[in-house]
């Protein structure tokens, strides 16, 4: 009964199985070649995020930058009630 668990089944075979190998593998120009290219994609991607990522820090900062513009304002609008209610009381 066991020895029907360890048998290989027969209607595989082995012999009409081909293995493909990269090119990369037996040219070691082209393995160059697509290093190159994907140090070059990445060295792109990575330019794109830091431009996205340095475009973003600059809106950010012009938010920023505008709302400190209108505290000031406020600040100041207020500093001059404070002064004419000084002036007032005495």
């Not at 020895?3 to 209607?11: D, E, I, Q, T, V």
């Not at 293995?19 to 994609?41: E, G, H, I, Q, W």
């Not at 600059?58 to 004419?84: A, G, N, P, T």
């Amino acid at each position: 009964m066991y020895k029907y668990c360890f048998r290989k089944p027969a209607c595989i075979s082995y012999r009409g199985i081909r293995f493909m190998s990269k090119a990369s593998d037996t040219d070691p120009t082209l393995a160059n070649a697509s290093s190159a290219k994907r140090s070059a994609f990445e060295s792109r991607e990575k330019a794109k995020e830091d431009f996205f990522v340095h475009q973003h820090e600059i809106e950010q900062l012009r938010k920023l930058k505008e709302s400190l513009k209108l505290h000031r304002e406020e600040l100041d609008e207020l500093e001059s009630r404070v002064d004419k209610k000084m002036k007032s009381n005495e």
